[in-house]
């Protein structure tokens, strides 16, 4: 029975792994082909397609950058690229379901052997594909790949039962970043006229200009964490020793890349209005869970807080060199502000009714 499974789990796993990096080997040879190569290796697209299929998978490399081989990381990778690799975990996890004729008592040890066998997959990727210039943080593969491939898989067939405080807290975390997501649009349509400019500035010609939108379009996500970073009243950073919030505006250079263009020009103590935003946010948790009991709104406050922490992680790092060795928001300064915020409104809700009252 165990091998049955296991070579079920198999196929399906190398499917997966495929249905990611086919696609990414074309776009590098392409881009290989497209631009030229001093050595006319056709390895270097391939090792290009592996280095691909790792970041969406976020998994941070290291550098030695020309001309000095000064050391360099790339850990600012594009959340909306963990969209392809979840999709398709989720399509090998629910064929290897089918495959084993929907038996309950089997699913949850392929589950558990595609999570293991997608990560040594993924451990092997970043190994191999080393060189002396770009390293792939090899021993970070397996932190991030297994949880990604374990929540991913638990979310396909007889889905696994996670409570009533991480289902809270999710809408709560997705509301927020909703509500940026509207602001960042907003933001980016006043200031078209400056994101037209950027692009102009790359002159990234045909296929380049393609390429370059699909990278605005996959590095969006990480521009609304930012922008909740901002109206939460923490600002984030482009760049080391820069801050970019309502009351503080330090910005030394920006990379010309055309979703920059929706960076505020200066300090907004209006924009401070957001943190009542996010306690309404807390009230409006409390008003959902209270009517269990205090337990639940405790431990939706926690799971919140939890995806915050993972968000504000996920959403920030270093973009090669030093002077840019600072992006997105500050992991425990959003984490701490996001906090603190819903707590208040969760707490303002309780007691302010009680109150009125007596």
């Known amino acids: 029975m165990f091998g049955r499974v296991l070579g079920v789990t198999l196929i399906q796993v190398l499917r997966s792994v495929a249905l990611v990096l086919l696609p990414t080997a074309f776009i590098a040879l392409i881009a290989w082909a497209t631009a030229g190569s001093a050595t006319g290796n056709t390895g270097d697209p391939l090792r290009a397609a592996l280095w691909i299929w790792l970041g969406a998978h976020q998994i941070p490399f290291s550098l030695a950058l020309p001309p000095a081989n000064a050391a360099g ?37 392929a589950r558990t052997l595609f999570a293991l066998l997608y990560t040594a997959i993924g451990t092997l990727f970043a190994l191999l594909s080393a060189t002396t210039a770009v390293k792939p943080i090899w021993y970070l593969a397996p932190v991030l790949l297994l949880p990604i491939t374990l929540i991913s898989g638990a979310t396909v067939g007889r889905r696994l039962v996670f409570g009533q405080a991480i289902l809270y807290g999710t809408r709560i975390m997705s509301l927020l970043l909703g509500i940026s997501s509207v602001i960042l649009g907003i933001s980016l349509f006043i200031n078209l006229a400056t994101v037209k400019n950027l692009t102009l500035v790359l002159e990234p010609g045909i296929f380049g200009g393609f390429l370059l939108l699909l990278l605005n379009i996959l590095y969006i996500p990480n521009a609304v964490v930012a922008t909740l ?7 984030f950073a482009i760049g080391s020793a820069s801050i970019i ?26 924009a401070l209005f957001g943190i009542a935003v996010v306690g309404f946010s807390g009230a409006l948790l409390a008003s959902w869970t209270m009517a269990f009991n205090t337990r639940v709104l ?4 926690v799971a919140s807080v939890l995806i915050a922490a993972t968000v504000a992680y996920a959403g920030s790092g270093a973009l090669i060199t030093d002077a840019m060795s600072a992006m997105g928001v500050s992991p425990w300064k959003f984490t701490l502000s996001v906090a603190v915020e819903l707590i208040i409104g969760a707490a303002l809700a309780i007691y302010i009714p009680r109150i009125g009252r007596r």
Do not use: K
């Open 229 to 235: 970073g901002y109206f939460s009243g923490t600002g």
């Open 298 to 301: 405790v431990q939706s406050l």
């Open 245 to 270: 919030s309502p009351i503080s505006f330090h910005l030394n250079s920006i990379p010309a890349f055309p979703l920059l263009g929706a960076l505020p020009s200066g300090a907004s103590p209006f």
């Open 73 to 109: 990381l790339l850990s600012y990778l594009p959340l909306g690229a963990v969209v392809v690799p979840i999709f398709a975990v989720r399509s090998g996890i629910a064929r290897v379901i089918d495959r084993l004729d929907g038996d309950a008592s089997l699913v949850p040890l």
